[in-house]
């Protein structure tokens, strides 16, 4: 490999917490049950904590742990000022975040500011009243269309399959109104043209701020703004649960306002952050959520959707680089969550696809910026092919059962054991069953293990923390053979990457982490390495 090539650089103040922070994404229901019934829970995150600490992390993000009937596992809020009594209550919540914050660890959360639930007393309202009254203009109810009104205002669909419109029974027993929903009918659209919109938003934001909390990841960051007159759209390419630039239902002009406020009450806790969630592929259109005046954070999935060759490697760091660099923005780095299929079934599955995903850790560690690393990915966990009837991602209905949907992503954490429940729980079963085969995937069957995948990450997350190379906002690209990649940070650090089907000699440098063992000194397949 060649020496690298220069790339321009963007000048930027000293760099808040978030800027370079690992951020452990926390799937609630699936990280560990403090108590009996098969469902994580926040008391189980607390006593999880010292794991998380030994690990190494900077933050952890909670999904959804308002209030809520759970239609779409807490993404439809009901309560967005209450902890659901599923994960705990209030004082759970407040007990976590004061014992996260003696470790060191900061705690954000979701917020899900596009929609509430159907059983949010604001929807509830507006049932109970009449069209055109000042209940209903905090959602998006509309006239149907045909003869008495029995078709739905617009053709769009939803999300999760099906139309995007439900119509409701009036208070005189007769069919009316519709209102619209671009995820499931129990996840009505607010209304954000109306001012009492952002104003509960602003209290919900203080609330959990005063609270302790120290940052938001905003769901559908680019969903809340709706087109005028709400236009039909050929949806003759569409698929469940994506969208592209040009959907009228997404990334319309008036939710950069909409950040904007948000923005104003966030910078009333300067030490507290928002990352929105941003499916936009235009870099211009991403770059405009992450101004100095909106968003902190926004997260670039192209990582997560990229398959494992150094060139589409490279072109989706490179990519995620640009989208950022207009505005003087942060990158951010993520190969799963909980949306996505888990890396090692991603790039193969068993051994091929656990080698690869030990490559891309190092990958992603070693770029510049925050970086988000879901529960479970430091153990190797693949997806689970769960039968028919364990299913409970609203996609598997509301598609017809064509989509499976989430849920292979969202199985319970191995702990500890050789059979299931491996100590998530004390319960004989959990919400979604885990397989035998995970006894050797445990916490507890891996922590002593050097070769494991948990200590790979504990050591790389250690280096990156201690290792003053790893510094720098901006990297510099090797001239690599085909196949192969490597970058050096500015602060000193290399990381080279292999995706041929042969070893290939390392830049030169001092081995610093390497995802398996070297072949007489060189660099073996689905691997990567760091040096200094």
């Known amino acids: 490999m060649s020496t690298p090539t220069d790339s321009s650089s963007v000048s930027r103040p000293e760099a808040p917490w978030w800027n370079e922070a690992v951020f452990y994404q926390i799937y609630p229901r699936s990280f560990a049950d403090s108590g009996s019934d098969g469902i994580g829970d926040l008391g189980g995150v607390e006593e999880k904590l010292g794991y998380l600490e030994l690990l190494g992390i900077d933050a952890i993000w909670l999904s959804p742990v308002m209030k809520s009937p759970m239609a779409d596992h807490g993404y439809d809020v009901s309560d967005p000022r209450d902890i659901d009594p ?57 006239d149907g269309k045909g003869e008495n009104g029995s078709e739905p205002p617009n053709n769009w669909p939803s999300i999760f399959g099906g139309p995007a419109w439900t119509r409701v029974t009036e208070s005189d027993g007769k069919p009316g109104q519709w209102y619209l929903h671009i995820f499931a009918k129990e996840q009505p659209d607010l209304n954000w043209d109306n001012p009492e919109v952002f104003d509960d938003l602003a209290k919900t934001l203080r609330f959990w701020l005063e609270r302790g909390i120290d940052g938001f990841r ?34 319309n002009p008036a939710v950069h306002e909409i950040h904007r406020g948000i923005r104003k009450v966030m910078d009333e806790f300067p030490e507290a952050m928002t990352v929105g969630e941003i499916w936009v592929t235009d870099n211009q259109k991403f770059g405009e959520y992450i101004r100095p005046d909106e968003l902190h954070l926004g997260f670039n999935f192209r990582l997560a959707e990229t398959e494992f060759s150094a060139e589409s490697v490279r072109e989706a760091v490179e990519n995620s680089l640009a989208a950022v660099a207009e505005v003087g923005g942060v990158p951010t780095w993520t190969l799963s969550n909980h949306d996505v299929e888990r890396e090692v079934t991603r790039y193969g599955g068993g051994r091929i696809g656990t080698q690869r995903a030990r490559a891309m850790i190092l990958v992603e560690l070693a770029l510049p910026g925050a970086t988000f690393i879901y529960n479970g990915a430091e153990l190797g966990l693949p997806n689970v092919d769960l039968p028919d009837a364990a299913l409970q991602d609203p996609v598997w209905e509301r598609s017809g059962h064509t989509e499976r949907g989430r849920d292979g992503c969202r199985v319970p954490l191995p702990w500890e054991g050789t059979e299931p429940p491996f100590g998530f729980t004390t319960s004989a079963s959990t919400w979604l069953p885990m397989p035998p085969e995970w006894s050797t995937l445990t916490v507890e069957a891996q922590i002593e293990d050097v070769d494991s995948m948990l200590s790979l990450y504990r050591a790389a997350l250690e280096l ?39 070893p290939i000699a390392l830049p030169s440098g001092q081995l610093l982490l390497s995802s398996a063992p070297l072949v007489d000194g060189q660099l073996p397949v689905n691997a990567a390495a760091w040096l200094i």
């Open 218 to 251: 905003i769901d559908v960051a680019h969903g809340m703004a709706k087109p005028d007159g709400l236009p039909d759209h050929d949806w003759e390419l569409n698929e469940l649960m994506r969208n592209s630039d040009d959907d009228p239902r997404f990334n």
């Open 464 to 502: 990156r923390s201690a290792r003053p190379e790893f510094s720098g906002t901006d990297i510099d690209w090797y001239g690599s053979p085909p196949g192969c990649l490597a970058f050096h940070r500015r602060g000193g650090l290399i990381c080279a990457l292999n995706t041929t089907e042969m």
């Open 86 to 142: 599923l994960f705990g209550d209030l004082a759970t919540m407040d007990s976590l975040i004061a014992s996260a914050h003696e470790r060191g660890i900061k705690v954000t959360m979701d917020l899900v500011p596009n929609h509430t639930s159907d059983q949010h007393q604001w929807f509830k309202a507006a049932l109970a009243s009449a069209p055109g009254s000042a209940e209903r203009s905090r959602y998006i109810f509309r």
